[in-house]
Structures are given as structure tokens and as C-alpha cells.
């Protein structure tokens, strides 16, 4: 494949590429915790109904597909409102993670030139991206309306523009931030087709990666140590899988998937292997060893597999990969061989529409999917999947997100209300 189409543009910087030293280590701050792969450290009530268990509630001032994230006492969560449609304010909220009280809000208007309200778009909406926090700083992305960062107190240090294109399929921004040390990295496929370095210092962009392919790229980076030692981005998207340093943006590998359609989950890390998931209409599963530069498409294929997530991404534990498919479906998957292991048909989800959109979550040996209108599924996180419970939803609008899990409290977010389970 030519690779005449991927620009990099980097600025020297000096960082020592790690997560914020002062971000307290059990934080989930971004989408999936602090390394992105949806471990709970500690253990947390797996049963709750609105009768139980549920420490308290906050009514949102708007709707979103994006999840809480938690640093410290403190939840922060994006919503979009308004007027209906592209005209919608968009909203960084930050709540107090003890009592549910609010905190700040802070607004930005909506952009010009909007993706109409329409088709696979009113499925997510406009705030779909999880904010990230550094400790003290939080930052979050709302597609067109560009890229803010404020103080935990809720003062804005900058707001940064990147881009305004709309994909051929115009289904809005869906993937989260990730922050490396002084570098927030912006998967900005919808907007720019490129995935982008900003300093969090004053919104600057440090570097820029350019892919024509990014264009139906839903998925947020994962930060992992490569080759020797060095800090990588790891995203896959239509067609590759690639590992940028974020101090520059350069390429350091990439693997030629040949993944079509588009792709929504991030990359899972396993101890020797990557795992990348999507693809349309045919999806697969596709395990790369990990280490080496350059072109690793050959030398570092493991296995793949027809069988695969489309929306949500996969949690890997004690060598399986698990996840619900948005169409109902439980699957684990051996990770060593890609062999599927159980692919059962949940009956027990409202029929109609793609009823899963969140990615599992393990808290302690229990795995926990929330459906979107169907309450929270927990499974024994073992091969079989044994579902153990099926927790009520507790309101009637969609639940999309992830949810959070620290401090022993799961944090659940819907179209209408945030909660804390305790």
C-alpha cells in the first residue's frame, strides 16, 4: 500500500512519556481507566436498582454517548443540549463524586457547518468523546466545536479548533482523548482525517498525522511501551493498525489489517499481542505480536478471525478476549489461537436496533455490560459466561456509555442522569 498519503508534521519536544505523576493510580481518568483496557483496580457492589445501591443522582443538563471519568472526587462528563439537532451547546460538567453535587459547567456553542441530526448520528449524538484529566487539567473534544481545556476548578486555559470535514457517511466524532504526559492526542478522523498532537500547555498543535483512511476511524489510542521502551499511540483503523510516538507523531510500525468499512473499537493490549476489532460489512479479529518498526505486516502477524465487535471494545482477561455485540450477542474468544470459545444470543435485551453500544468492564472475577435499554448485564469472567445478574436500568432514556470504576463506586451515565453506585 502507498504510503504517499500520511503526512507527519512534528515539533521537537522533550517529554518523559508517562501518565501524569500526580494522577492518583486507581483514577479512571479516560474512557476505559487509566491504561484504556477497563480494569477496575479494587471491587465494587455489582447489584443495584433504584431502591439499592445507588449512593446518588444527578440530573444532566443534557444527553451523550460519552463516559464519565473520575480523578480524585471529582467525575467529569460531557452532554450536548439546546435546540434540537446540530444547534446544540455542547457541555463539560464536573460533579462531586461523593455527594453528586454539580459542581461547574462549562459551555461552548456549537460549530457551522454541523453534521445534520440525522440517520446512525441520532444514535450517539454530539458528545460522544469520554474527557481525559492529567491531575489538573481535564480536556475534552467535541468534534466540530474543537478541542477544551480547563483546570479542575473549571477555568479555561484554551480552545482549540481541528477541523471541519464531515466523513462521506456524516455519523458525527466518536472517539475519546488520550492524554501523554504534556501531549493531548485527538483522533481528529471526522474532522481532519489525521490524528493530532496538542501541548495541553496552550493548545498548540505539536504534530499531525494525515491518513486519507482515518476518515471512518472511530477509535481512541491506547498508550503502550514498544521497542525499545518507547511510548506508542496505538490505533487501528480501516485498512492498518499503526504505533505513533507522541512526542512527534512519527510512524514507528504499522500493520496492514485490511480491515474495511470502519472501525469503532480501540486496540486491546495483551502482554505479547495487539488485538483489533471492526470492519464492514465483514468484520474480523486480528492478533499482531508485539514489538518491531516499519512494516510489521508480515513478520508479526499472529492470527485472525471472522468473528469480531463492531461498536464496543473487547476486554481481555486470563487469556480471553470477551465482549456483547451491539446486535446481542456474548462472545469469548480464545486470544491465543482466535478460536471462539462461546457467541451466545442474549434473549433477555429489548428487540429492535443495536441494543449494546457500551464496552465491558471487570470489576474483581464479574464482567459488566450495560445495554442501552435493557439494565446492566454481569457475567462470571470465565469462558462460559454465565450471566449472574441482570441489574434493571434505572431511568427510561438510552444508556451508550461505559461506565466508570473507582474508588469501589461504579458510575453510570445516561441521556438523562448520572449515578453512583456505592
Known amino acids: 500500500m502507498a504510503r504517499t498519503l500520511l503526512l507527519w508534521i512534528p515539533i521537537t519536544l ?3 512519556l508517562i501518565f501524569a505523576a500526580d494522577t492518583p493510580a486507581e483514577s479512571w481518568n479516560r474512557f476505559r481507566g487509566h491504561d484504556g483496557q477497563g480494569k477496575a483496580e479494587g471491587s ?3 447489584s443495584w436498582d433504584n431502591q439499592s445501591n445507588v449512593a446518588w443522582k444527578l440530573d444532566l443538563p443534557g444527553s451523550g454517548s460519552s463516559s464519565p471519568i473520575v480523578v480524585d472526587d471529582r467525575v467529569f ?3 450536548y443540549a439546546g435546540e434540537v439537532g446540530e444547534s446544540a451547546k455542547r457541555m463539560l460538567v464536573c460533579v462531586n463524586a461523593k455527594t453528586g453535587e454539580e459542581i461547574w459547567t462549562h459551555t461552548i456553542a456549537a460549530p457551522e457547518g454541523e453534521d445534520r441530526y440525522q440517520g446512525f448520528l441520532t444514535e450517539h449524538g454530539y458528545a460522544s468523546g469520554s474527557a481525559a484529566c ?3 487539567n481535564v480536556y475534552a473534544f467535541f468534534g466540530k466545536a474543537g478541542v477544551v481545556a480547563l483546570t479542575v476548578e473549571g477555568d479555561l486555559l484554551w480552545h482549540k479548533q481541528v477541523g471541519d470535514m464531515s466523513s462521506n457517511r456524516r455519523w458525527g466524532s466518536g472517539s475519546s482523548l488520550v492524554v501523554a504526559d504534556d501531549i493531548v492526542i485527538v483522533n481528529a478522523s471526522e474532522e481532519a482525517r489525521a490524528v493530532i498532537g496538542l501541548k495541553t500547555s496552550d493548545g498548540s498543535e505539536a504534530w499531525r498525522a494525515e491518513y486519507n483512511l482515518l476518515e471512518l476511524c472511530f477509535a481512541t489510542p ?8 518507547v511510548t506508542e499511540a ?3 483503523m480501516p485498512g492498518e493498525a499503526w504505533g505513533l510516538n507522541p512526542t512527534n507523531g512519527k510512524l514507528r510500525w504499522f500493520f496492514e489489517t485490511g480491515t474495511g468499512g470502519n472501525v469503532s473499537p480501540s486496540v486491546v493490549v495483551g502482554e505479547d499481542a495487539f488485538y483489533t476489532f471492526g470492519g464492514y460489512p465483514q468484520q474480523q479479529t486480528i492478533a499482531i505480536r508485539r514489538g518491531g518498526r516499519k ?5 508479526h502477524a499472529l492470527w485472525e478471525a471472522s468473528e469480531s465487535s463492531y461498536v464496543a471494545t473487547p476486554l481481555l482477561h486470563q487469556g480471553h478476549l ?3 455485540s451491539d446486535r446481542g450477542f456474548a462472545f469469548s474468544m480464545n486470544a491465543s489461537t482466535g478460536e471462539t470459545v462461546t457467541k451466545s444470543r442474549l434473549s433477555n435485551l429489548r428487540s429492535g436496533g443495536r441494543p449494546v453500544y457500551a464496552s465491558p468492564i471487570l470489576v474483581g472475577e464479574e464482567l459488566i455490560v450495560v445495554t442501552r435499554k435493557s439494565g446492566t448485564l454481569v457475567f462470571e469472567a470465565s469462558p462460559e459466561l454465565k450471566l449472574i445478574r441482570q441489574n434493571p436500568p434505572l431511568d427510561e432514556s438510552q444508556f451508550n456509555a461505559t461506565p466508570a470504576v473507582t474508588g469501589g463506586s461504579i458510575y453510570l451515565r445516561s441521556d438523562k442522569a448520572l449515578y453512583c453506585i456505592r
Not at 491506547?222 to 525499545?228: A, I, R
Not at 512494516?295 to 513478520?299: C, L, Q, R
Open 14 to 16: 522533550t517529554l518523559a
Open 44 to 46: 465494587a457492589v455489582t
Open 77 to 79: 462528563v460531557t452532554c
Open 134 to 136: 492529567d491531575g489538573k
Open 222 to 229: 491506547v498508550l503502550v511501551k514498544g521497542e525499545g521502551g
Open 234 to 236: 496505538v490505533i487501528a
Open 295 to 299: 512494516d510489521i505486516t508480515e513478520s
Open 322 to 324: 470477551y465482549w456483547v
